[in-house]
Nanobody, 125 residues
């Protein structure tokens, strides 16, 4: 059974850090990319960061460059981490792990094949 399981959300003060993790299981090797979307109340789901399985290249939403870092776990290649630093109140959202099997040109959520249930990140003092 194909499954994405997220962990690591929570409440953090502005300027703080959190690390999200996502473990993929049941997928055939060679999927194209895995990563994160987020959705704040009243807003559309937006792409955050992805890592592809071909050359390990990464994508970040422009405004997150320098604050968020995606990486693949060195011991278990099916787990990815999203390190989030210098968090802002506007980073508050539900963060969803997602996986796409085929090559995509842009990270349109409609193209993704599998989703986790989401983990809440709240940045507040």
């Amino acid at each position: 059974q194909e499954q994405l399981v997220e962990s690591g959300g929570g409440l953090v003060q502005p300027g703080g850090s959190l690390r999200l993790s996502c473990t993929a299981s049941g997928f055939a090797p060679g999927y194209y990319a895995i990563g994160w979307f987020r959705q704040a109340p009243g807003r559309e789901r937006e792409a955050v960061s992805f890592i592809d399985s071909i050359d390990e290249s990464t994508y970040y939403e422009n405004s997150l460059l320098g604050r968020f870092t995606i990486s693949r776990d060195s011991s278990t290649k099916n787990t990815v981490h999203l390190q989030m630093n210098s968090l802002l109140p506007e980073d508050t959202a539900v963060y969803y792990c997602a996986l796409v099997k085929d090559v995509v040109v842009d990270y349109d959520p409609r193209a993704f094949d599998a989703w986790g249930t989401g983990t809440q990140v709240t940045v507040a003092s």
